[in-house]
């Protein structure tokens, strides 16, 4: 059975990724001060805001406050994704999505 990705791996891998691509990568600190679930990485290109969420596989769910970050964003008209692989982010990315 594959070993299970991390999610600092995968964080950095989708950050070096999108930075490779000409995105500025802004990686978000959760805290007392933050909004609860806020996505881990934003990301600004060509005047465009996405938000990123990372999950280590494509079962792992969305906490409930991440689900009301994501809903938040797109009932302001900003971009969520979430993202569990370097795969997944090319295919997206294949597909105009990024």
Known sequence: MPKKQL???????VKDWLQWHKWYIYRNQASQFSEAGIADLTGIKNGRI???????????ALSSHQEAFKENIRLNGGTYHRIWSIDQLEQMAVRGML
């Open 7 to 13: 999610h600092a791996d995968i964080q950095k891998a």
């Open 50 to 60: 996405i938000w990123i969420e990372i999950k280590t596989s494509e079962q792992d």
